[in-house]
């Protein structure tokens, strides 16, 4: 008897030792996820992301919302399209952080069955996809002030004009275009489609070719006044397996400073093969891919280069006699307007190109009226041209003819 | 510098394919969160029997000694064997396959909802029976390869969109389906479904078994004999997998079934010696034979991840649960499913549960999901379901001790008898399973038989005998009820057993007696499961004469007979049961596997 009591005494003991030396699960008192462990799968419209997500929990339910907090979390900060892209933003964010990630299903639209399960020291870790909705997560950060809205940056700096152009000519190329275009116009930025126009072609041609630049888009761009020009490129793939066709797209994006022909951002987005009906739905698979990236690319570079001063190309033409006091003129106004070091692109007997970042001037016709104030001599100032950042204008006295050809 | 770009191009082109593929890859889950998906089998022309006859030798036990009078053999036509080959894979190529039937003129292909037809003149494959396996191997591989697979191929590539909408995991909520509005297959699901064709073709060596006229162990039955045909067959499944770029079947395994031991009787008014008057024993015993090589080869097939059934653990209260599988996989009521979770990278057992409802859900899309009781260890939303390769029957073994107290035997006063030391072999047999019967849920048939020795002498006054123990043997079936206690593993059950009892005694001037009693026994016990396939379990029983005979003899031949009154008292028995996976006779109890059809 004594010696049975012993052994159940000891299995009592051996047994609450070893349930005591197993990990006991306890969640973090934070709202921030526990994993911040999240994939990009796909934009699915302009306003939806598809987030694959994971969260730990002691319990499956608190699994499941720490993957809904990731996939928040990485909305706003992970991967290479955050919301919140500055600094700046970061900082403003962690205000109403504990809101936003206190009840993520406000921005989940719609969440898969568990992709996986397993336990990782004391914490299940679980995996779900994720439909989340930047479009209402950016409203919550414009309405409580962390991002700036676009106003707020029409108002500062000046909302960029866009023009998006297909790198060629191909039909895909321009369906591509249209999405990048929906994107952009859903993010209220100004699209340009550019209309020919002869006089201002001309203008333009002659304009590019004192640079020595001769890009067809770089010209278009131009000539649609645009602040920033999208160069768009797909490629459509056909494979013939298991009796069916397969199309696979590729889109490739870059947005350059029109002013400048600075690259602002680039991407590609990608497609799987598969078997579809239409082209377009794989091209604008592919399109969805990149279109949001290079938007976010755009606005970060675009507020980044504009903190200091919007960009404006000004081509100032004169008669050789009195070109090299215009050129002085003109060059010590921009050394007053602008705090950046000023850029002379390309320069000859009568004509000359500034690259100048001024700031608290939105557009070329407020920029001219600004060098007509401060323009010492000799002559006047008559503007040639504006559009968006593109000033061409004719300085000294007489009658100056600029020949276009 | 060209190769450079080449290089470069070439670089930029896996890229884009890796990233394609990563994206639509996230959208599947990983292996803890498997779910069985469909395959497509077809079966290669008939069984092809190593000897297309059966020797059996008679053995005549109605003598004093048993001895072999003579030779049996049963020819088998090709008129048997295609019936027995829809017998055989109707238990094999189940309802969780998509089923590849060639017609004459066409071909069909039957997935889960729906069918697609080609029509061609796919010649059969014309292998004749009784060659080796070698030859039989190489004919079947060739008219796989020839007539076959471009069949397969064409109906694979047919039915795709079919069979992704039969998946259980689709590109929901994503762009294609959402805004384009489009299936939008992918080439990695079409490659995997394309890769989804399987082909059967089953060998039968040589079938052994023996015939025995016997004298019927049952006492005051008018047909005093029996006739008794015992088979085992121990088919060959060769199982190739379609590799959908090569457009071949390639080998993919061989499993080796086996029917157990299979048995058929009549009972006869006097023993017949006459081959043909057991023919249609014979045809009776070759079908079961089959019936439960079938059934030993689905449950083998089971151990194969690729044909066991998988599912996520849902809604999970108390000890019950629901996983998204039912008919459409061919689940029978109190099919096991073993439960698993992966922790540290490691696949750990939880326990298991048993399907108490299953779900009908043969519609496309059908959110029915099938109920299952936890019986042992514990489960959690989301764990790893996976089928438990089962065949409902279990064999065991039985120790304990059996009253036999007489009071009056052979219409004299008596006393003695005793307890016996009893020793069983058992076989338990699940209803639910076997009949796919929900009513039949947990309720358990046992078939049992033994010996014992130990039992007291028996004293008869009036006759001035004492008699010692000799043999002690009982045969008998029972029924009771498995009620589980939470998921502890164990179960109390409540049942009945009606048995036969054998005793004899002798005494020592050569008197005999022998009491031959039919008994009933309500009994209750316990089973604890320590997995599906073993347990240990224990019974306490009150054993009741119904009736009974006797006889004695004393020494100088003079016979004494009537019943035996017992004094009753309690039996019990402890032992261990094993899943062997053959079934044996017993296949004659088995429901056809659930089917889609309503009937």
């Known amino acids: 008897m004594k010696k049975l009591l012993f052994l159940s005494a000891a299995f009592i003991v051996i047994t609450s030792c070893a349930s005591t030396g197993k990990q006991l699960c306890q969640m973090p008192n934070t709202v921030e996820p526990l994993s911040k462990e999240a994939q990009f799968v796909e934009s699915s419209s302009t306003a939806e992301y598809i987030i694959l997500a994971t969260g730990k929990g002691c319990t499956v339910n608190q699994a499941r919302n720490d993957a809904r907090k990731a996939a928040i979390w990485f909305v706003l900060f992970g991967g290479d399209r955050p919301l919140l892209q500055t600094a700046r933003e970061r900082r403003k964010a962690k205000a109403i952080l504990d809101e936003i990630l206190g009840n993520p299903q406000n921005y989940i639209r719609w969440e898969s069955a568990p992709k996986s399960k397993r336990k990782e020291g004391p914490y299940i870790v679980m995996s779900f996809l994720f439909k989340v909705d930047v479009g209402a997560l950016k409203q919550k950060l414009l309405d409580e002030g962390v991002l700036e809205s676009t106003e707020d940056i029409s108002e500062e700096v000046g909302l960029p004009f866009i023009a998006v152009l297909p790198a060629s000519n191909d039909e895909f190329s321009k369906f591509a275009v249209t999405v990048i275009e929906e994107y952009l116009q859903d993010r209220d930025y100004e699209v340009y489609v550019p209309e020919g126009n002869e006089k201002i072609d001309k203008i333009i041609k002659t304009v590019a070719a004192l640079e020595g630049k001769t890009d067809p888009y770089y010209m278009e761009a131009m000539q649609a006044g645009s602040d920033i020009f999208v160069k768009v490129k797909t490629s459509v793939w056909k494979v013939n397996k298991y009796g069916r066709t397969f199309l696979k797209a590729t889109a490739e994006a870059k947005a350059y400073e029109t002013a400048t022909g600075k690259l602002l951002g680039a991407s590609t987005g990608f497609s799987p093969e598969r078997n579809v009906t239409s082209p377009e739905a794989v091209v604008q698979e592919a399109t969805n891919d990149l279109a949001d990236k290079i938007t976010l690319q755009i606005r970060k570079a675009w507020l980044r280069e504009t903190r200091r001063g919007k960009p404006f190309k000004v081509v100032v033409f004169s008669s050789e006699d009195q070109f090299r006091n215009v050129d002085r003129s003109i060059y010590r106004i921009f050394r007053k307007l602008s705090r950046r070091p000023i850029k002379r692109l390309a320069s000859g007997k009568s004509a000359t190109t500034y690259v100048v970042y001024i700031k608290g001037i939105p557009n070329a016709y407020e920029l001219f009226m600004k060098l007509e104030d401060m323009y010492p001599g000799p002559g006047k100032l008559e503007k040639v041209l504006d559009t968006g950042s593109l000033l061409i204008i004719k300085a000294g006295s007489g009658d100056t003819d600029i020949e276009i050809e | ?599």
């Open chain 2, 1 to 599: 510098m060209r190769k450079a770009l080449f290089a470069l191009t070439i670089c930029a082109l896996l890229a884009s394919n890796a990233l394609a593929v990563e994206n639509t890859a996230t959208l599947n889950s990983d292996i803890t969160q498997k779910k069985y998906q469909r395959k497509t089998a077809v079966s290669v022309g008939e069984m092809e029997l190593q000897k297309p006859f059966v020797i059996l030798p008679v053995i005549d036990n109605t003598r004093k000694r048993p001895r072999k009078i003579a030779n049996y053999m049963y020819q088998i036509t090709n008129n048997e064997i295609d019936p027995l080959t829809k017998l055989f894979y109707n238990y094999v190529i189940t309802q969780r396959f998509d089923k590849l039937i060639i017609l004459p003129n066409k071909v069909i292909l039957i997935t889960k909802t729906g069918e697609a037809t080609l029509n061609t003149n796919l010649p059969q494959p014309s292998i004749p029976q009784g060659i080796d396996f070698k030859t039989y191997k190489q004919n079947v591989e060739n008219y796989l390869n020839t007539q076959i697979a471009p069949v397969m191929e064409k109906l694979l590539e047919i039915t795709l969109d079919q069979r992704y909408k039969e998946l259980p995991e689709q590109e929901k909520m994503t762009f294609i389906t959402q805004k384009a509005k489009e299936l939008g297959l992918t080439a990695e699901v079409a490659e995997k479904l394309m890769n989804s064709g399987f082909a059967f073709a089953t060998y039968i060596p040589t079938i052994k078994g023996n015939l025995t006229i016997n004298k019927s162990i049952l006492a005051g039955t008018s047909n005093p004999y029996n006739a008794q045909i015992s088979l085992e067959a121990q088919p060959v499944i060769l199982i190739y997998r379609f590799d959908g770029d090569k457009k071949t079947f390639v080998p993919y395994k061989q499993i080796v079934a086996d029917s157990g031991i299979t048995s058929q009787s009549i009972s006869l008014k006097r023993p017949v010696y006459s081959p043909r008057y057991y023919r249609n024993l014979f045809d009776r015993t070759l079908a079961l034979t089959i019936k439960a090589a079938a059934i030993n080869a689905g449950m083998e097939l089971k151990e194969d991840d690729n044909f066991a059934i998988f599912s996520p653990a849902e809604e999970v209260e108390g000890n019950s649960f629901k996983a998204k599988v039912g008919v459409a996989e061919a689940i029978r009521i109190d099919a096991p499913f073993d439960i698993y979770e992966f922790e540290n990278g490691k696949k750990v057992y939880k326990g298991f549960g048993k399907a108490r409802d299953v779900a009908y859900n043969c519609e496309i899309e059908s959110t029915n999901k099938t109920k299952f009781d936890l019986v042992k260890g514990n489960v959690e939303e989301y764990d790893q379901l996976r089928e438990h390769p089962w065949s409902g029957v279990l064999f065991g073994i039985q120790a304990g001790i059996t009253p036999f107290s007489v009071t009056e035997v052979a219409g004299q006063s008596a006393s003695g008898g005793g307890d016996w030391a009893t020793f069983r072999i058992t076989i338990d047999a699940d209803l639910g399973y076997i009949a796919n019967s929900k009513a039949l849920s947990e309720w358990w048939l046992k078939i049992y038989g033994g010996g014992g020795s130990g039992g007291d002498d028996i004293t008869i006054p009036s006759l001035n005998a004492t008699i010692s123990p000799d043999n002690y043997a009982e045969g008998g079936l029972g029924i009771y009820k498995r009620i589980y206690l939470g998921a502890t593993g164990l179960a109390i059950t409540p049942g009945a057993d009606f048995s036969y009892r054998y005793l004899k005694f002798t005494g020592s001037s050569g008197d005999e007696l022998t009491i031959g009693a039919y008994t009933f026994t309500p009994h209750i016990g316990f089973i604890y499961n320590l997995s599906p396939n073993f347990e240990i379990n224990g019974e306490v029983g009150y054993p009741i004469n119904v009736s009974s005979d006797t006889t004695y003899t004393d020494s100088l031949g003079t016979e004494y007979t009537g019943s035996a009154e017992t004094e009753g008292g309690v039996n019990f028995f402890i032992g261990a049961s094993y899943h062997f996976g053959v079934v044996g006779s017993l296949s004659a109890l088995y429901a056809e596997p659930p089917s889609c059809k309503r009937k």
